[in-house]
């Protein structure tokens, strides 16, 4: 007999929440950044003669509870000093971290004890680091440059985009770009890396012949290279004289 009531509530449970699923998606989405501050405006009329009102976080964490003409309670050590209720009833929620992104639902119960709620979608994002550019050298033959550009980047759940020579490289949207050049003498390629609260980009510059430098520096690789080692022995060659 307690086991069918215990089965019989857990039915309840599951399909209320299945109801709550199902009438209730978010509209609402926030995207954040990690240590910024975020504020959630709830659209839902809130009539001036309200009894009270609370927020949740994912369900079933009661946040904070107003009663009209009190001040705000805060209820959840969770996001402990991190908000702030607004007369306007905009929540405010500062020091993000990634943890707190989920779904905020806001309930406002009437004179008539009469609630209305709505759900809100918090994302909170890593600002994107810097991307660097990998240059695989695929063929150097019959004046063909061929190449695999390969932006890599610290960073999860991010979309990529191509320019070549600031120019838009048209549905190019994974980490890696194979490109051939002949006749150009030069040219730039950009990998811009995003999310949906930052962008950083990652260059990488091609000289003829097949000659590639992350810095937009005239001087190729390969030469400046052979510069620098020629400066060394050009020192050694004075360390010498002087030793004489
Ligand atoms: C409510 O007030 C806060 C603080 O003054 C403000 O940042 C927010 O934008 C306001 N919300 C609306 C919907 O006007
Ligand atoms: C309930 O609120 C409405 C307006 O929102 C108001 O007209 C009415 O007088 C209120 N009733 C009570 C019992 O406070
Ligand atoms: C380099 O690319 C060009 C143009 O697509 C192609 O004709 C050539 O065969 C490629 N060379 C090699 C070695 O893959
Ligand atoms: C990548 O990022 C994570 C978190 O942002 C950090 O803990 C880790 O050290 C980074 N790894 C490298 C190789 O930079
Ligand atoms: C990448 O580009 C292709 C072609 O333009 C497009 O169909 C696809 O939706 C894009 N994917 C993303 C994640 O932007």
């Not at 509530?9 to 995207?31: C, D, G």
């Not at 020579?165 to 194979?178: A, C, I, P, R, Y």
């Not at 992350?214 to 400066?231: G, H, M, W, Y």
């Amino acid at each position: 007999m307690a086991a069918a009531g215990q089965t019989f509530a857990y039915l309840v449970v599951l399909s209320s929440l299945q109801a709550f699923e199902a009438t209730e998606m978010p509209h609402n989405q926030v995207n954040g950044i990690v240590r910024g501050t975020v504020y959630l405006n709830p659209k839902l009329p809130v009539p001036e003669e309200y009894k009270q009102i609370i927020w949740w976080f994912d369900v079933s964490l009661k946040i904070l509870t107003k009663k009209r003409d009190q001040p705000v309670s805060y209820l959840s050590g969770f996001f402990h000093n991190k908000l702030c209720y607004h007369e306007n009833h905009t929540l405010e929620i500062v020091q993000l971290q990634k943890q707190d992104s989920g779904i905020f639902r806001i309930e406002v119960e009437n004179n008539q004890s009469k609630t209305k709620s709505e759900l809100i979608q918090l994302k909170v994002y890593e600002p994107v680091p810097k991307p660097s550019v990998k240059v695989t050298i695929r063929a150097n033959e019959d004046g063909w440059c061929n190449v695999t550009l390969e932006c890599t980047v610290n960073a999860t759940q991010v979309a990529y985009h191509w320019y070549k020579n600031e120019k838009d490289f048209v549905g190019k949207n994974s980490s890696t770009l194979d490109d051939q050049l002949k006749s150009e003498s030069h040219a730039s390629y950009k990998c811009v890396v995003s999310n949906p609260i930052s962008e950083e980009a990652g260059l990488v510059y091609y000289r003829s012949p097949c000659t590639w430098d992350e810095k937009n520096s005239a001087v190729p690789l390969s030469l400046a290279r052979k510069t620098a080692d020629s400066i060394l022995a050009f020192g050694f060659l004075l360390l010498v004289h002087n030793w004489v």
